[in-house]
């Protein structure tokens, strides 16, 4: 599969406002992309959108070769790793780690009747021994922090070993220290042989990990710029994103952003 997803003339419409507008949009395989733009710029509702969960109003999506409208949505949905903060919401808090991330095997949010087989528990132990959460894996949601639930959500997200996956603000409002180890996980899971391809949303371009290869830049439901990172970011690119005059510059693979506001 040489392309992973295809947006063609995409818009989509919450009553009578378009919230995507005219999108055109191709990930391939061997592409991570992020997703940036101010708030209110369409971001989560693309990976929403990316997934499944909603529909376009016109042009056509297509994703892991499955065109929308034309089959079934429930299948494409268990090859998607999804993880979005009002994910914890419907899990529940009460949720224990472990139960959080092993129910994802069957695409549900908490153990019930399914069967859950050894190999099961062999990947949710491995994905939390690898996102730091063994240790908190009895404990309910409601008893971990917000960072701890930002790498739960990524390691129920890695579960089914989805083919795409799809993060929204993985990194926001954690602290420094908190922030730069899950960037330095993410960096991780992006180079390893086997990824799977990636779209991360986030606000800041200090948040994108190395190992990124594409951005797209949104703002008002429609693409501003997208293709390759050391293409796409500049100060012309991010000032057009945001609104404001942005000074952009580069260290060490990663990215730093200031605004020049009056
Ligand atoms: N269910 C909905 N009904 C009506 N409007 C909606 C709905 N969901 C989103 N919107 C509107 O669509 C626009 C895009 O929303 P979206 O959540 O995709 O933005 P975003 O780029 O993720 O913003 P943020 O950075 O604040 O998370 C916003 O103006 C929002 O108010
Ligand atoms: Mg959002």
Redesign the pocket.
């Known amino acids: 599969m040489s392309v992973i997803a295809k947006l063609s003339d995409v818009s989509v419409k919450?009553?009578t406002?378009s919230?995507l507008r005219d999108l055109n949009w191709q990930i391939r395989a061997n592409e991570r992309w992020a997703v940036l733009?101010?708030?209110?710029?369409?971001?989560?509702?693309?990976l929403h959108l990316l997934s499944g969960y909603i529909f376009p109003a016109s042009g056509s999506v297509e994703v892991l070769d499955e065109l929308f409208g034309s089959s079934d949505i429930t299948e494409l949905r268990a090859r998607i790793g999804l993880a979005t903060p009002n994910m914890l919401n419907r899990i529940g808090l009460d949720e224990t780690v472990h139960d959080a991330v092993i129910s994802a095997a069957h695409g549900v949010t908490g153990i019930g009747f399914e069967p859950y087989l050894g190999v099961d528990e062999t990947r949710a132990g491995k994905l939390m021994a690898e996102w730091n959460l063994l240790q908190l894996s009895d404990k309910r949601i409601s008893e971990i922090s917000d960072g701890e639930r930002k790498r739960l959500l990524i390691a129920r997200a890695l579960m089914p070993n989805p083919e795409l996956l799809l993060l929204d603000?993985p990194t926001a409002a954690l602290d420094l220290g908190s922030r730069e180890h899950l960037l330095q996980i993410l960096q991780r899971l992006c180079l390893e042989p086997n990824s799977p391809s990636m779209v991360i949303?986030t606000?800041h371009v200090e948040e994108i990990p190395s190992g990124i290869t594409h951005v797209l830049l949104?703002r008002d439901?429609k693409s501003i710029a997208s293709g390759p990172i050391d293409q796409v970011i500049s100060s012309v690119t991010l000032s057009a994103t945001y609104g404001v005059p942005v000074n952009v510059h580069q260290n060490d693979g990663r990215w730093f952003a200031v605004a020049r506001v009056k």
Do not use: S
Not at 37 to 46: E, S, V
């Open positions: 919450r009553g406002t919230i733009g101010p708030n209110g710029a369409g971001k989560t509702t693309l603000e949303v606000h949104m439901g």
